[in-house]
């Protein structure tokens, strides 16, 4: 008999948590697995086509949309899943949590951030019968808030090396430079992340002064949305860096962007992993990040990437000046990230362990039922 599983996402953009979703949906076993996705309406993810999952959209009007508890609720009584995976926070937590808690279904919750859950926090952990954290770190913060009886699963990320195979396209890089005012013969250093304060955009901003000092043919170009974006536009004007700095906004062709930027650079303050850094490595790109949460367990200093101390503005410009410097040692650093998701970060290696983990839900259930039954 398939295990019908339904999945809560409600990122309304495929970052990185919601590309982990897609590899889910299309990569179960169709023959012990059935899908269900519930997502908001006009979401990214909605309008991705997958063959084997049933799609059901609702309203949802932000974190504080106590309704969403009783959409989700429609959809479960309406499909009768036999496992509820919640993917995302964004009120898919409390909400999917809650929902699942009156449906009397088992209940899985991933979580990606990496600080330990407030007391607050921690009771939405009552609704779920296991949490999956996605790197070592977020396991040791969330260990503190679960129960005994709580499965808990550390399960990283994935990334298809396979979608980033493909060559820099000279069009593209020609489009590049006429959509953002990019030079041509200029090396593009990049960064893709949300433009809010944690994921420390404004930290490249204050790098690129001593940057673009020591060199004058590099560009930056900051790919995102957020409620950062007026303050950043504040500071490359305050730093003069209006002709090297673009903010570009969100993008939903980071596959193609990546073939044809230079760096990768990802100065995020808090950090639970880091997708960009697993898509960075998969399209051979040298990366540079901040030691801090999980960050580590993708970027090895000096062998997979540079890792600088958080907030080491000055750190920070003389990384990107060094790859810069010496192209060699940033081509060395990116074969070896590759080497290190194609072993550590495989899809079929997450699939498995969350189709086991799924099979340990239902086992559980199962149990439990047989011992109602036999008391």
């Not at 019968?129 to 040791?140: G, K, L, Q």
């Not at 090297?244 to 639970?272: M, N, Y």
């Amino acid at each position: 008999m398939k295990i019908k599983v339904l999945h809560v996402e409600f990122n309304l953009r495929l970052y990185g948590g919601g590309k982990q979703v897609c590899y889910l949906l299309r990569n179960l076993n169709p023959e012990l697995f059935e899908n269900i996705l519930v997502c908001p309406e006009g979401s990214d993810i909605s309008r991705v086509k997958f063959m084997h999952c049933d799609t059901h959209t609702i309203e949802f009007n932000g974190n504080l949309d106590v309704f969403a508890s009783k959409r989700i609720l429609e959809v479960i009584e309406k499909t009768q899943p036999d496992i509820i995976h919640i993917h995302s926070r964004h009120g898919a937590d409390w909400w999917g949590g809650f929902a699942a808690s009156q449906s009397h279904i088992p209940a899985i919750l991933t979580r990606r951030l990496e600080e330990a859950e407030n007391l607050l926090g921690q009771l939405k952990y009552r609704y779920f019968d296991a949490v999956v954290s996605i790197s070592n770190e977020v396991f040791r913060n969330t260990a503190k808030g679960l129960n005994e009886e709580t499965l808990h699963r550390l399960i990283y990320p994935a990334v298809d090396v396979q979608e980033f195979a493909h060559p820099a396209e000279e069009d593209m890089r020609s489009w590049l430079a006429r959509a953002y005012k990019v030079p041509a013969a200029h090396k593009i250093i990049a960064s893709f992340a949300q433009l809010i304060g944690h994921k420390g955009q404004a930290d490249i901003i204050l790098a690129f002064e001593k940057v673009v000092t020591a060199h004058d043919n590099v560009s930056c170009l900051l790919f995102g949305e957020g409620n950062q974006y007026d303050s950043y536009e504040s500071l490359i004007k305050k730093c003069n860096l209006q002709d090297r700095i673009k903010l570009c906004g969100f993008t939903s062709d980071v596959t193609d962007l990546l073939a044809i930027v230079d760096i990768v650079v990802h100065p995020a303050h808090i950090e639970g992993l880091g997708s960009i850094l697993l898509q960075a490595a998969a399209c051979k790109k040298p990366v540079i990040a901040y030691n801090v949460g999980g960050v580590s367990e993708i970027v090895e200093h000096d062998k997979t990437g540079l890792l600088i101390n958080m907030a080491d503005i000055d750190g920070l410009a003389d990384a990107i000046i060094l790859l810069l410097d010496d192209e060699n040692k940033a081509r060395k650093l990116a074969q070896n990230a590759y080497g290190c998701v194609v072993e550590k970060f495989a899809v079929k290696r997450m699939i498995s362990e969350f189709e086991a983990l799924y099979r340990d839900v239902m086992d559980r259930k199962c149990q439990g039922i047989h011992s109602e039954h036999t008391k």
